[in-house]
């Protein structure tokens, strides 16, 4: 495949080679680079408790959760994209016209007809760049990795031009008082697809699963608050686990075959599980979920020693009777304790301080689990991903780390990229379950009005932050940013602004600061 000569950029990621297709296919297609958006303020999940008046350890023994970020009235999904879409163009040093696909994957919809891609191409103006394919994709929580499959897909077919694909998940996850009210959250995902990077889709691995249910699903649409079936989400998303799950092994059973192995798949295959999380423990099940998928299909489980010890009590029950057997859950639990020590508890730091950000949430616990390694620890590792949206989708796929760790590598520079994440999280100001409540209660009053200038404080917003300044007669709303160099006395950016700050290499165009819209005063479920 001959790539146009307007498209051979001399621009490179850091440590990735040259964009260039080599034979049929690019090489190693996948995840170059990632970048995580989550809101400067959180409520203590403890504290919760005790405003609620529950049980002392309901959400934070029961559901895994510690902390949990949400957004005042001046964040909605455009500007929770805009933040995350440009820090990721500034850190990594990169030119708006060197991407060729934007999709978003969102389930916060605040427009039915305009999409959130089409806001995020306002920081494409200064580079001219319009040719940029992709929309939004919907489907609760699966919009992100249907959008990442539909950037995977442009860059190994015909109609790649030679550019990077992006891809955007975000959402602000809300819901009424009540139970489910603790497994909220919200933020956004950046990720950058293209070849040679260092998380390679490992090619016909993917294992999907897709049905009707009404578990979770929003028909009010002026409402941001979902219609829940607890119970039935929980199942449909254990079941579509077992589905995917079985899927994926089949296929990669046939691969190995056709390679002259006979060997059979298991947990002990994947390096590392990443799943998606609307609440820790339920991810802790799923563990203990595969688990049980491995026992219940060996031809000969030995159950007096090795993992499998003291388990052949349950060797004659059927998977889909066991989503709410206590004993069959504790004791698989129990027996993957190990597993889920080594292979996915790391991931659950993001998920534990922040919550369920829907779209984002699995790739929230990528990042996660990539931040607390080394680039020396996860190299040449396969990491299993599990991505679950309501209603429902599902597919378990697998990602295959490069094996170069060296310093400078593509690897190097995505693994120092999220060093700082503990860092961040632990910037966040805490708020207290009283003001939480008011947040709630103003944006349930006021997300949908026309007419509307935001009263939460500009100030109280990490720097670099893209913010509503107001929304007009005809429901227009209009952005600018946070100065990146945290002086709030400078003029912030308009949303048409792509000004990159001073310390990071972009080749981006800068334009002068232009003074804002005037704004206002400052002030257990799976889905």
């Not at 009404?214 to 989400?233: A, H, N, Q, T």
């Not at 295959?269 to 099940?285: E, I, N």
Request: charged letters at 20%; one cysteine or more.
């Amino acid at each position: 495949m001959v790539i146009p000569s307007e498209f051979n950029f001399t621009h490179r990621m850091p440590g990735s080679g040259p964009i260039s297709c080599l034979g049929p296919w690019p090489k190693d297609v996948g995840i170059i680079a990632l970048e995580l958006y989550f809101p400067s303020q959180y409520v203590d999940q403890a504290e919760l408790e005790q405003l609620d008046g529950v049980t002392a350890g309901k959400y934070t023994v029961g559901l895994g959760q510690a902390r949990m970020g949400f957004c005042s009235d001046r964040e909605d999904i455009n500007s929770l994209c805009l933040t995350v879409v440009q820090r990721l163009m500034e850190r990594n040093g990169l030119s708006y016209d060197s991407v060729g696909r934007l999709e978003v994957g969102t389930e916060t919809i605040i427009d039915k007809s305009k999409s959130v891609k089409t806001v995020i191409m306002q920081l494409f103006e200064d580079s001219g760049n319009t040719d940029v394919e992709g929309i939004d994709t919907t489907n609760a929580c699966y919009g992100g990795t249907a959008a990442l499959f539909n950037a995977v897909n442009w860059v190994e077919s015909s109609s790649w031009d030679g550019r990077y694909a992006l891809v955007v998940a975000g959402d602000i996850a809300v819901y009424a008082t009540g139970s489910a009210r603790p497994t909220g959250g919200a933020g956004a995902v950046a990720m950058l697809v293209g070849p040679n990077a260092p998380l390679a889709f490992e090619r016909g691995l993917r294992g999907t699963h897709m049905q009707h249910a009404y578990d979770f699903y929003k028909p009010d649409l002026m409402s941001e608050y979902p219609v829940v079936d607890g119970k039935l989400s929980i199942e449909c998303y254990l079941s579509a686990l077992d589905r995917c799950y079985s899927v994926y092994r089949n296929k990669i059973h046939a691969q190995w075959q056709r390679e002259g192995s006979e060997e059979r798949f298991s947990l002990d295959d994947f390096g590392f599980l990443v799943f998606h999380s609307p609440y820790c423990k339920l991810v802790q099940k799923s563990l203990a979920r595969l688990m049980l998928n491995d026992f219940l299909s060996h031809p000969s489980p030995n159950t007096e020693t090795g993992p499998f010890t003291g388990l052949d009590a349950f060797r004659d029950i059927k998977p889909e009777e066991t989503y709410f057997d206590r004993d069959v859950e504790k004791a698989f639990m129990k027996a993957s304790a190990d597993l889920f020590e080594t292979k996915t508890k790391a991931s659950l730091l993001i998920s534990n301080q922040n919550g369920n950000m829907y779209t984002p949430s699995v790739y929230g616990c990528l990042a996660s689990l990539i931040a607390q390694q080394t680039a020396s620890q996860i190299a040449g590792q396969r990491i299993g991903v599990f991505s679950y949206g309501s209603g429902f989708a599902a597919t378990l796929y697998s990602l295959r780390v490069t094996q170069d760790h060296t310093p400078g590598s593509s690897l190097d520079k995505l693994v120092s990229s999220l060093s700082d994440l503990k860092v961040r999280l632990d910037s966040r100001q805490k708020v207290s379950p009283a003001v939480f409540s008011e947040n709630m209660k103003l944006r349930e009053d006021t997300h949908h009005l026309a007419n509307y200038v935001p009263r939460g404080s500009v100030e109280d917003l990490f720097p670099g932050t893209w913010y509503l300044t107001r929304v007009d007669d005809k429901h227009r709303r209009e952005y600018a940013r946070r100065p990146v160099d945290d002086d709030l006395t400078a003029a912030p950016e308009l949303v048409r602004s792509s000004t990159a700050p001073e310390h990071i290499p972009s080749p981006v165009k800068k334009m002068p600061r232009i003074p804002a819209a005037t704004a206002g005063p400052d002030a257990a479920i799976s889905n």
